[in-house]
């Protein structure tokens, strides 16, 4: 890595030069190049606009968590209460734990087909990390707390809204 100070090739990833002193941290920080990097790098995922958390308790049938979700038109409950989530019931849990089974496991309690203690994240938390960590892990739905406690949750669908409304180019257009 070369100092932009002095010149000198240092070894990659250090933190100082050696010939100079200068700090060099802020040479390995991402940089955005578009607004939508800078705002995915920056912004954080409260300015989504997180929606309120349904939540079930975890005796609820399978049945009623389904309900709920299909009355409000979401793809997901919480499993526990606002004090403790223990759990996230999902289309993906149905698709994957459900579907084909629906008479037999309809009374079922949601907790035996959630997906168990969900990843949930700060409000001030950038835009990046967490849609780094939804893609990483393969989740479609980001509880959200402030100071530790629930605030809501936002989905894959809130960073699609965020891309097109930056972006509106990026839409297809009617053939």
Same mark, same amino acid.
């Given at each position: 890595?070369?100092?932009?100070?002095? =010149?000198?090739?240092? +070894?990659?990833?250090?933190?100082?030069?050696?010939?100079?002193?200068?700090?060099l941290?802020?040479?390995?920080e991402p940089r955005?190049e578009?607004?939508?990097?800078?705002?995915?790098?920056h912004?954080?995922?409260?300015?989504?606009?997180?929606k309120t958390a349904?939540?079930?308790?975890p005796e609820?049938?399978?049945?009623?968590?389904l309900e709920?979700?299909?009355?409000?038109?979401?793809?997901c409950?919480l499993?526990?209460?606002?004090?403790?989530?223990?759990?996230?019931?999902?289309e993906?849990?149905?698709? #994957?734990?459900?579907?084909g089974?629906?008479?037999?496991?309809?009374?079922e309690?949601?907790?035996?087909f959630?997906t168990?203690s969900?990843q949930?994240?700060?409000? =001030?938390?950038?835009?990046?990390?967490? #849609?780094n960590?939804?893609?990483?892990?393969?989740?479609?739905h980001?509880?959200?707390t402030?100071?530790?406690r629930?605030?809501?949750?936002?989905?894959?669908?809130?960073?699609l =809204? +965020? +891309?097109?409304r930056?972006?509106?180019? +990026?839409?297809?257009?009617?053939s």
């Amino acid at each position: 890595m070369i100092c932009p100070y002095c =010149g000198f090739d240092n +070894l990659e990833g250090a933190d100082s030069c050696e010939a100079c002193l200068m700090d060099l941290r802020a040479l390995d920080e991402p940089r955005a190049e578009t607004a939508l990097e800078d705002s995915l790098m920056h912004e954080p995922v409260e300015s989504l606009g997180p929606k309120t958390a349904l939540i079930v308790p975890p005796e609820a049938s399978i049945r009623d968590a389904l309900e709920c979700m299909v009355e409000n038109n979401i793809g997901c409950v919480l499993v526990g209460s606002e004090a403790e989530v223990v759990g996230i019931f999902s289309e993906r849990d149905v698709l #994957l734990r459900v579907a084909g089974r629906m008479e037999e496991v309809e009374a079922e309690p949601v907790s035996r087909f959630m997906t168990v203690s969900p990843q949930m994240f700060e409000v =001030g938390t950038p835009l990046a990390f967490a #849609l780094n960590r939804m893609s990483l892990n393969d989740f479609r739905h980001l509880p959200l707390t402030e100071k530790g406690r629930l605030l809501g949750i936002i989905s894959l669908r809130d960073f699609l =809204g +965020l +891309l097109f409304r930056s972006h509106p180019d +990026l839409a297809l257009e009617d053939s």
